[in-house]
């Protein structure tokens, strides 16, 4: 009964915040696409710290000086933060191009970046992490939007550099959703993070908290500080930069348990904005429902299925090497195999929309974005019915870790 109860509301919260989805894209289908006019080119600094980052810091610092932005408007700082690969080397090979760079003996991002930010002189902070390539037209197409005050920070698209090997043209998918959820909840007021995309930030308001060391994702917590001071954090969905990302399982691991332990650091730290009306989206929907329920959700339904492959492994096993005094070993985990979970009626229902409110959000993500689908086809099963799972497993390993109170690693 409380397993029929639990997936009847998943089978709720799913549909509502799919209804919720649809109804923010078609009250804002003028603004999705919407281009800002350049009134004026401030000067800005573009901060790059970097560790070990050798293979990708030329081709980053390469899209930079291609920038179709005024040179004498334009200011480059790479700092290399404890590297002990050639990072530093590549980064002087730029002076001639009047590329600044800074050495940092400790491995720190959020001191890297304060040193860079010790040494900006231009009016805008921009950051963009060293594995990161900005194409041409970016910046030109992220300025209109800080002609509004009200506007603290710009943040861009990005799209994942090499999806040629299997598990980056996963990611790609997930990039793509992303870029297009990120874009519609700038749109009423809660985009919560400036990645290191090349997001722009103001530096008046950047230079009274500096790149706060309390938390391991500090691009989110610049953002949620500027939501409490009422500013607001808009995205260029037309400005575009590329990343790289994790081709091997362990580097996806460290990855994400760094967005994910980031991520509830900074709800701790500013756990005051939820259920606050004064953030009305972020505060009282976003966050609480849509990002802790959702990943709750995902997680307990990764867990019974993972416990159910555990259970019938196990049976399957017994049976084949005939251990009768196993018969005798009761396992706690309930009755649930995996079969039996996907295919009864109500589990059934759940996992048909879960999974067909998630492929129309998607659809309509890559029509907005002018992406084709039809090459991605064949990813779409391994995204759904493996890595969904895997990533949920993921902020599982997180929460552990950060409730053991592991040692923090960027």
Not at 287 to 300: D, E, K, N, Q, R
Not at 373 to 389: A, D, V
Request: a positive charge; glycine letters at 6%.
């Amino acid at each position: 009964m409380i397993k029929i109860l639990f997936l009847l509301s998943v089978t709720f919260i799913g549909i509502y915040l799919n209804v919720w989805f649809l109804l923010i894209v078609l009250g804002n289908k003028s603004k999705i696409r919407e281009k800002k006019k350049v009134t004026r080119l401030p000067s800005i600094s573009i901060l790059i710290p970097a560790y070990n980052e050798a293979k990708t810091l030329y081709k980053s610092l390469n899209s930079v000086l291609k920038l179709d932005y005024p040179k004498n408007k334009l200011e480059t700082i790479v700092i290399d933060n404890g590297s002990t690969d050639d990072t530093l080397k590549v980064a002087k090979k730029f002076a001639r191009f009047k590329v600044r760079t800074f050495r940092l003996a400790v491995r720190s991002k959020t001191k890297a970046l304060n040193l860079g930010l010790k040494h900006a002189k231009g009016e805008l902070i921009g950051v963009l992490d060293a594995d990161t390539f900005v194409t041409k037209g970016c910046l030109k197409k992220m300025i209109g939007h800080l002609d509004d005050d009200r506007v603290g920070a710009v943040t861009n698209h990005v799209k994942v550099a090499s999806p040629h090997k299997l598990l980056p043209s996963i990611q790609e998918i997930e990039y793509i959703f992303s870029a297009f959820s990120k874009k519609l909840i700038s749109l009423i007021g809660a985009l919560y993070i400036v990645p290191g995309t090349l997001s722009l930030i103001r530096k008046d308001i950047i230079e009274k908290t500096g790149f706060s060391e309390d938390t391991i994702t500090e691009d989110m917590d610049i953002a949620l500080c500027m939501l409490k001071k009422d500013y607001k954090i808009v995205n260029a969905i037309d400005a575009i930069s590329y990343t790289e990302v994790p081709t091997s399982f362990r580097g996806l691991l460290r990855q994400r348990v760094r967005w994910y332990r980031g991520f509830l650091q900074n709800v701790r730290k500013h756990s005051d904005m939820i259920f606050n009306k004064r953030y009305p989206h972020l505060g009282c929907f976003i966050l609480p429902f849509s990002s802790f329920f959702a990943i709750f959700i995902g997680v307990v339904l990764t867990t019974l299925l993972v416990f159910g492959m555990i259970r019938n492994v196990f049976f399957f096993a017994k049976d084949i090497l005939y251990m009768p005094v196993l018969e005798k070993i009761g396992m706690s985990i309930g009755n649930i195999s995996l079969v039996n979970f996907i295919m009864e009626p109500y589990s059934t229902i759940t996992y048909v929309i879960i999974i067909l409110g998630s492929f129309i959000t998607l659809l309509i993500s890559f029509r907005y974005l002018k992406i084709k689908l039809k090459k991605r086809l064949i990813i779409l099963p391994l995204y759904f019915f493996i890595y969904y799972n895997l990533i949920m497993l993921f902020w599982i390993v997180s929460a552990f870790l950060e409730l053991i109170g592991w040692k923090r690693e960027w």
